[in-house]
């Protein structure tokens, strides 16, 4: 993703505009940029979506995947996310909203492993199939869209400064959306749900992914620094919340003891990116 993103001119570490970067833009035009930054770290998941459904991937591999995907999503909320926040609004308002971010996505969490999308990012057999749990078909997919929609509002947020948006952030969700999409699509076939389902489900994320960035650049637009700092930091509590809940989980059950090894290599690739 970062070879592609410098391949056509940008800096590693923030997108920029030369010169057009620091007069004022139209507001319209900062909004449309947000939606498709969204648009296209939330794109991962179709893709993953495809290769997990239509090809016979080794649980081991997606395990790994996944445990890499963790790493690099942690890493951002470490350097990104919460490092940003703290600079902006300082501590108190940091810890607040990372608090609040972790206790308001476990409660939707909850409420949704209830419905049936408990196991909604596992690849193996444990998913239910609708014939098993009536309703679980809408529980997961209100499950992804929960897990997908901090990660695309703080990339909204990133262009709030004018200054670009922060290619590290698109990049680790990216990232972190492959294996997501793909652990994910590879259960949902075993649960015997349809391609019809599976692929309107991760399309329709991909594209509410885009909205939830545009909506989070659109709302702190003109908000003061203490405003944007909270939210980043809820966003990044929520992320990590989410990390914890369904992506670790499913990188251990299969990749055991080599999960520990791939997450570092992820946490550091973000973290490389971050300081490059």
Known sequence: MTTILMAVGYPPRRLRHGPAATRARDGEAWLFEAAWWGLLAGSALVLGALVGYLARVPRGVVAAVMGFGSGVLMSAVSFELIAEAHEQGGLAATA?????????????????????ARHRKRSGGLQPSE???????????????????PESVVIGTSLVAGGGVSAVTVAAVFISNVPEGLSSAAGMRRAGRSPRYVFGLWTGIALVS???????????????????????AFAG??????????????????????VGLVTVAGFLTAFALSHA
């Open 237 to 258: 509590g929520a992320i990590l919340s989410m990390v914890a809940d369904t992506m670790i989980p499913e990188a251990f059950d299969d990749a055991h003891l080599l």
């Open 96 to 116: 607040a909203g990372a608090g609040l971010g972790a206790l308001v996505y476990t409660a939707a969490n909850v409420a949704m492993a209830r419905r049936g």
């Open 131 to 149: 014939a098993e749990h009536s309703g679980s078909g809408t529980a997961i997919a209100v499950g992804a869209l929960l897990d997908g929609i």
């Open 210 to 232: 885009g909205l939830a960035s545009m909506v989070g650049h659109g709302l702190l637009a003109d908000a003061p620094p203490v405003w944007t700092a909270g939210i980043t």
